[in-house]
C-alpha cells in the first residue's frame, strides 16, 4: 500500500489542524493505521493508531484530549484531527500502515509495514 499524507502547515498554539492520508489499493480496511511524528534531534513517536473497523483507537498520553484519530474506508483515508496545538507538537507527522499488530507493537515504528513521506507541523507560540 502506498500512502500519501497532506495537510500540514504552520499554525499558531491553540490552534487546529486536520491532516489526511490517502491510500492507494483496494484492501484499505484490512490495515491498522497509525500517525508518528518526528521532531528535529529527536526519534519517531507514536501519536494515535486506529483499526481496521475504526472501532477502537488508542492515543499517546500527550495528545490524548486534544488530538483525534479516524478514518474512512471507503474513501481509503485516515485522518488525524489536531485541536490545542502546542509548540511541542512541532514535528514532521507521518501516516503508517500494518496489516497486523498487537500490544506494544501497535505503538512502536518497528510495528509497521508502510509509510507515508511525512508532513511537517510547525506550532508558533
Known amino acids: 500500500v502506498q500512502l500519501q499524507a497532506s495537510g500540514g502547515g504552520l499554525v499558531q498554539a491553540g490552534g487546529s489542524l486536520k491532516l489526511s492520508c490517502a491510500a492507494s489499493?483496494?484492501?484499505?480496511?484490512?490495515?491498522?493505521m497509525g500517525w508518528f511524528r518526528q521532531a528535529p534531534g529527536k526519534e519517531r513517536e507514536f501519536v494515535a493508531s486506529?483499526?481496521?473497523?475504526?472501532?477502537?483507537?488508542s492515543y499517546a498520553d500527550s495528545v490524548k484530549g486534544r488530538f483525534t484519530i479516524s478514518r474512512d474506508n471507503a474513501k481509503n483515508t485516515v485522518y488525524l484531527q489536531m485541536n490545542s496545538l502546542k509548540p511541542d507538537d512541532t514535528a514532521v507527522y507521518y501516516c503508517?500502515?500494518?496489516?497486523?499488530?498487537?500490544?506494544?507493537?501497535?505503538?512502536?515504528?518497528?510495528?509497521?509495514?508502510?509509510w507515508g513521506q511525512g508532513t511537517q507541523v510547525t506550532v508558533s507560540s
Open positions: 503508517s500502515a500494518t496489516r497486523f499488530c498487537s500490544g506494544y507493537g501497535c505503538y512502536d515504528v518497528g510495528g509497521y509495514e508502510y
Open positions: 489499493g483496494r484492501t484499505f480496511g484490512n490495515y491498522v
Open positions: 486506529i483499526s481496521r473497523s475504526g472501532g477502537s483507537t
